[in-house]
């Protein structure tokens, strides 16, 4: 199912109800809008300008809940880079401030960086 068109406020260029996020955040990088349904793992990317999807939705193994962080290639193919995982649970969405990461875990805040 593609993206329904918008409704009649100029604000709204498309929308789309179905694999969307109940909690994280989409992303958008570039043209480029990522959407992870966090609770089935499942990723899709679309064009952010138009509602084209791109790819997905792909399935990410690895649950934040446990711990896990999936390292996705940005672009028009779904690949994982790399897993990582810390001993916590994560329900809040990453931030990125310049070149660091923060996420807040039910124990820990951590700050990831170079």
Avoid: H
């Amino acid at each position: 199912m593609g993206p329904r068109r918008a409704t009649p406020s100029p604000a709204v260029a498309w929308r789309l109800e179905r694999d969307t996020p109940y909690v994280p955040s989409p992303l958008l990088y570039g043209e480029e809008l990522y959407v992870l349904k966090g609770n089935n793992g499942l990723l899709s990317c679309y064009n952010a300008r138009t509602g084209e999807r791109i790819y997905g939705p792909e399935r990410i193994e690895g649950v934040p809940r446990e711990g896990k962080t999936a390292v996705v290639q940005r672009g028009p193919v779904f690949k994982v880079l790399a897993t990582n995982t810390l001993d916590d649970g994560f329900d809040a969405s990453p931030i990125a401030v310049d070149s660091e990461l923060y996420r807040r875990g039910a124990k820990y805040l951590y700050r990831i960086s170079e």
